[in-house]
Structure formats: structure tokens, C-alpha cells
């Protein structure tokens, strides 16, 4: 169990991907992902094990959800510096989006 303070020490904003591609360095099947976070925090990489569910081509332009406080972390040959967020279904990860257009970086309240 957890409390409401430290959930809301998480900083979880919106971001859009703006590129993507296979991460073919990773040890298992995974997308290097640029996400526009807004003028604040700005464009930020991740890496993101997705491929079970999602083309590239179909990830640009999708707004997600993803932590933003988190560490940045080593994955194969890159710097991961968001987690971004999904749920684990039968089919793989599901990514965590919005359904109508809001603004890069909004902070999830």
C-alpha cells in the first residue's frame, strides 16, 4: 500500500512522440521514442518495450502519458529519460494516452 503524498511525488505529464524507431541495440524488442513534453520540460527520449502492439508509424503523432521525474537510464545504447506508461494486456503493453488533443506537458491531476 501506498499514500496519496507519495503518488503525488510522481511527475506525470503529457507529451507527443515526435519520431521513432526500433531500438535494435536493446535485449529485448524495443522503440527509441523523442516526445515533445512542451516549452517547460521540452523533447525528451525514452525507450519503450511496445513492439507487441505498435508499428512506428502509427506511434507519431500519439499524445502518451509518462513519468518525468524518474532518473534518467541507461538502455543498450541510449539515455532513457522518461518512463513511459501503459498497461500490460494479453496482446503487450497498451500505451496510456489521452482521448482528446491537451497541451504538451499537462500534469496528470
Partial sequence: MTDFETFMKLDIRVGTIIEAEINEKAKRPAYKLTIDFGDELGIKKSSAQITEV?????LIGKQILAV??????????????VLVLGT?????????????????????G
Fill in 88 to 108: 500490460y494486456s494479453k496482446n503487450g503493453v497498451v500505451l496510456i494516452t489521452t482521448d482528446k488533443k491537451v497541451d504538451n506537458g499537462d500534469k496528470l
Fill in 54 to 58: 505498435y508499428e512506428v508509424e502509427e
Fill in 68 to 81: 518525468v521525474n524518474f532518473p534518467p537510464k541507461q538502455v543498450a545504447n541510449m539515455i532513457s529519460e
